[in-house]
């Protein structure tokens, strides 16, 4: 019995142990698969993450080179336009954009959709073909005609034995009637995968597959213009629309969802204690390092390696706190006229323009100086330990200075605008204080411009509603009709006021520039337009006279009325459009 009952008490025991083993297994195999399961879920997160700002920024690129040919059509249209209908020597002018853009196989125009000028002449086989008698063409056509934009479509073979895609952009001419006349297409056609080749190589290099699709103008169905693989797997996806089509970029990790081969050998060599613990603190190192990385992608601009809103936010928010007593400057400022960069120059210009001013901030204020970009053409600076007295001088020499960028081997000048405030004399609180430097910048924009201001208790509210009251606003609603054109031949409107849209019968703006022909003849009453001419600029050319005028001639308004006005005008030389008539037109009515 007692070799029985030891017998039963050491198989108790060795169950118990067994128990006791497997449970310490269990548990700790729990714990694990729960610990690796996160970090598995982790880096899907992360691949996620990179695959999502990969499609975004690619995506951006391929519009921008899109966006470069459509540009070629836009010139050959202003050029169509300029020169009545015809390009002169179009094969010297397409030679000339052809070198300039890497990607184009041929230039074609096409009056009435009927191809009759291409180049390079190799091509000449293409000429005299009617694009709307095209099956595979006529929808593409009609769609970019009745909406009046420019439209892709392809991909398709060309001549050269390689794939295109063509942009093709409806030209109109001014008819005598006022009314737009359907001219024809300027046409380009650009070489894929050429344009493509270092978006996809740059995808590749960095270890995703991808897959471009793409719409044809006015459907909804996506076909493959251009794959490394045929089906991707749950990709992270990017959408944008360029010519009338939808575009889709989709990019996913080669290597595909599943963990990294790391984290697989660190799974299987995770069963021994040590290691796993060694292990764990190496991907728990490896992943901090990417959180950090991609902390500093959230926080920084990139357009300009500054800090981005909430960086600079951060970064001034961690030094008040530890400096609740110490004197500090809040700076806001902006580039003067930024708009008219981007329009006048393209946006791509704009973008130089904001990296130049980066740049010189950096230069102008090293650290500890925070730097950062608001947003839009609009930066701050936070100047620590330094009251305002002692940085006026600095921030004096920063606006003074030479500001320029580079854009198409051309150097371009601009000026900035900025305003300040004291920590903690004028606020408290890194909000309170910014607004402050924004009262003051809005200050600097009443007086001028390209200057400076420090903030003061009457600026604030009342100055930004004064600002608020922006020149246009007040402009489209003064009791005069208003209208600035440009002095040259095509004499272009600029600007025209509600009053003056409401003199011609229109209700908005785009129906008196569609009524007017967008000019200043459109106005004028064909019998009377020659004789206005003549004593407008006998007037401006008079000695003394300071480029004023004074006219009076007959308008026809689009309900037919007709009846006198009193135009009285300024010329006047501007930077940006050269020069311009000011005028302010009173109906007869309202001057007898």
């Known amino acids: 019995m007692h070799i029985k009952q030891l017998e039963k008490r050491t198989k108790e025991q060795q169950e118990r142990q067994r128990l006791i083993t497997l449970a310490v297994f269990l548990v700790s195999l729990l714990v694990y698969m729960l610990i690796m399961g996160r970090l598995f879920e982790h880096e899907r997160e992360m691949a996620g993450e990179r695959c999502k700002l990969n499609a975004q920024i690619y995506a951006e690129e391929l519009e921008k080179d899109f966006n470069q040919s459509s540009v070629v059509t836009e010139m050959l249209s202003y050029m169509i336009a300029d020169e009545g209908g015809r390009i002169r020597d179009f094969p010297a002018a397409a030679a000339a954009m052809l070198k300039r853009s890497p990607y184009i196989d041929t230039i074609m125009l096409a009056p009435g959709g009927v191809i009759e000028d291409i180049y390079p002449e190799a091509h000449r086989d293409f000429a005299n073909r009617d694009l709307f008698a095209l099956p595979d ?291 408290r609180s890194r909000s309170n204080l910014f607004q402050c430097a924004d009262a003051a910048l809005y200050a600097v924009k009443l007086n001028g411009k390209c200057g400076l201001f420090r903030y003061a208790p009457h600026v604030g509210e009342a100055g930004r509603s004064q600002l608020a009251f922006g020149l246009q606003d007040i402009a489209m609603h003064l009791p005069g009709a208003i209208l600035i054109y440009k002095a040259d031949r095509d004499e272009e409107i600029l600007f025209a006021n509600l009053e003056l849209i409401h003199l011609f019968d229109c209700t908005s703006i785009e129906e008196f520039f569609t009524y007017t022909g967008g000019t200043f003849r459109g106005l004028v009453h064909p019998d009377d337009y020659d004789a206005v001419e003549k004593d407008i600029w006998q007037q401006v050319h008079q000695e003394g006279s300071s480029g004023n005028d004074a006219v009076i001639y007959r308008i026809v308004t689009k309900k037919g009325r007709i009846f006198r006005v009193l135009d009285k005008g300024r010329l006047v030389d501007t930077e940006f459009y050269g020069r311009i008539f000011y005028v302010v037109l009173l109906a007869e009515d309202s001057w007898q």
Request: charged content about 20%; overall charge negative.
């Open 137 to 427: 063409r006529a929808q593409s056509l009609e769609y970019s005609q009745s909406r009046k934009s420019v439209v892709l479509q392809g991909p398709f073979q060309l001549r050269s034995e390689s794939e295109g895609i063509a942009v093709r952009r409806p030209v109109y001419l001014a008819a005598a009637d006022g009314q737009d006349r359907f001219w024809g297409f300027a046409i380009v056609a650009i070489r894929v995968p050429d344009i493509f080749t270092d978006t996809v190589e740059d995808l590749k290099a960095t270890g995703n597959d991808y897959r471009l699709l793409k719409t044809e103008p006015g459907e909804e169905e996506y076909h493959v213009v251009q794959a490394s693989k045929e089906v991707l797997a749950q990709p992270a996806i990017h959408t944008f629309f360029f010519g009338g089509c939808y575009w889709r970029l989709e990019v996913a990790p080669q290597r595909g969802w599943g963990p990294s081969f790391p984290l697989l050998v660190s799974f299987f060599l995770g069963l021994g204690i040590v290691f796993l613990l060694t292990g764990m603190t190496y991907l728990l190192q490896r992943f901090q390092a990417q959180r950090k990385y991609l902390h500093h992608l959230a926080n920084t601009d990139a357009l300009t390696g500054l800090y981005n809103r909430q960086g600079f936010d951060e970064a001034v928010s961690d030094w008040l706190y530890g400096h609740t007593d110490t004197k500090a400057t809040a700076v806001i400022l902006d580039i003067d006229n930024f708009k008219l960069v981007n329009d006048l120059y393209s946006h791509r210009a704009g973008d130089e323009a904001l990296r130049s001013l980066a740049r010189l901030m950096r230069q102008h204020f090293p650290e500890p100086v925070i730097v950062g970009r608001n947003g839009g053409d609009e930066f701050c600076l936070f100047l620590p330990g330094l009251s305002a007295e002692q940085s006026e001088a600095r921030l004096q020499a920063f606006v003074e200075r030479l500001h320029a960028f580079r854009y198409s081997d051309q150097e371009h000048s601009y000026t900035v605008s900025l305003g300040y405030a004291e920590y903690p004399t004028q606020a």
